[in-house]
């Protein structure tokens, strides 16, 4: 009896065992998607996935794959919506592969088409640190479909700011002394009102000058993005004679009536060298022209000579004499001429007196202005400026 008892007892539990081992295999079975969904991740679901679905039953019917933004503006956002449809029998499977940038996404929405269905592949580009000219980004869409396997999406256009300048800066070229330059400068407007330019600002139209007119549309260079341009003004700049021995550089500013770019500025910069007037002297930088005259402190004066050679055939009845001086408290002496060989010299004193008031002179920024301004009977520079440096101490 005991024999039995144990005998059904084993066979209950081996029975048991191999239905619970049944039933854990069926379900596991059923459910194999769902638990493999759960520990991969969806790279490698969507990698197994492709690598599995090679149906040609699914058939994508691809609309266009190149969308054109035209004009947009600097730093602007993009979006356009590409479709596909499935016109196979089967599920088609849509899968972003890689994007041309970090600046562009792509959205699908869904990403398993049914047949006769469509999917939207929203296509988004972040110009945020993109450069004017023309642009082409997008990426590639990977599918089911053996006959589209890889399906590349295209966006492009032109970034450009509401008004460009070429050149972008004006250089003046070793231009001697007493001497006139001039130089182009084209502004192309990318907006549908004209381009209109008011009066220029800055301070020194002393040595500058400038006019302006519209230009022909159709004078605009046929390559590169600037014949998109909806107007153009050309500017003439005019560097007039007066400018110091030395390097210079001027922003220019000119208003326009674009509210998305009220001013347009560019850079002028050149260097200004010597016709037949030269300077010389202990402290005297020939390279950009400016006398340092040294530090000192109140109750203590200092002074440099400077000399003024004039060279040519005009140089034996050269003159020059001290036309203005800022601040007018320093002290200027104008010797009498000399001739030596084919060169007259005349020496320059400048001196800071003992009374002087504190401060940095000459230095820029809030710093006060100190220059001596020279007249010559030199046609190549009949004025001569002399900036000046020089710091006085308590």
């Not at 500017?235 to 007039?240: D, F, Q, S, V």
């Not at 009845?317 to 007018?328: D, L, W």
């Amino acid at each position: 009896m005991l024999r039995t008892l144990l005998t059904v007892t084993l066979l209950s539990c081996i029975i048991g065992t191999l239905l619970g081992f049944g039933v854990a295999y069926c379900f596991l079975s059923v459910n194999a998607w769902m638990l493999e969904t759960e520990t991969k991740s969806y790279p490698e679901l969507a990698e197994q996935a492709l690598a599995q679905a090679t149906n040609p039953n699914a058939q994508a019917q691809i609309g266009e794959t190149t969308h054109n933004f035209g004009i947009m503006d600097v730093k602007a956002t993009g979006a356009h919506d590409f479709f596909i449809k499935n016109v196979g029998t089967e599920v088609l499977t849509l899968t972003v592969d890689r994007t041309t940038c970090s600046c562009t996404g792509i959205d699908i929405t869904p990403t398993r088409v049914l047949p006769g269905k469509t999917a939207k592949c929203h296509l988004k580009y972040n110009a945020e640190q993109a450069m004017t000219g023309k642009f082409s980004q997008g990426g590639i869409i990977r599918s089911n479909d053996p006959n589209n396997p890889e399906i590349r999406l295209i966006v492009e256009g032109v970034f450009t700011n509401p008004i460009v300048l070429q050149p972008s800066s004006v250089n003046f070229s070793r231009v001697p002394a007493g001497t006139t330059r001039t130089a182009t400068v084209r502004f192309y407007g990318f907006e549908n009102e004209p381009l209109q330019i008011s009066s220029p600002l800055w301070a020194d139209t002393e040595h500058f000058d400038f006019h302006w007119e519209p230009a022909k549309p159709n004078d605009v260079e046929e390559d590169g993005y600037l014949s998109l341009a909806q107007s153009v003004v050309e500017g003439t700049l005019t560097l007039k004679p007066g400018l110091p021995v030395g390097p210079f550089q001027e922003q220019f500013q000119v208003r326009t009536n674009y509210s998305n770019m009220v001013n347009a500025s560019f850079l002028v910069r050149g260097q200004i060298v010597a016709g037949n007037v030269s300077v010389s002297g202990q402290g005297y930088n020939k390279a950009t022209g400016i006398a340092d005259l040294g530090r000192t402190v109140m109750g203590k004066s200092i002074s440099k000579e400077f000399s003024i050679q004039f060279t040519g055939s005009s140089a034996p009845s050269a003159s020059v004499q001290i036309k203005a001086v800022e601040p007018a408290w320093i002290m200027t002496e104008m010797s009498p001429p000399r001739n030596v060989g084919s060169l007259r010299l005349f020496s320059l004193t400048v001196a800071i007196p003992d009374n002087a008031p504190t401060g940095s002179y000459g230095f820029g920024g809030d710093n006060p202005p100190s220059h001596i301004t020279l007249e010559t009977n030199d046609p190549t520079m009949p004025v001569l400026k002399i900036p000046l440096q020089f710091a006085v101490g308590r």
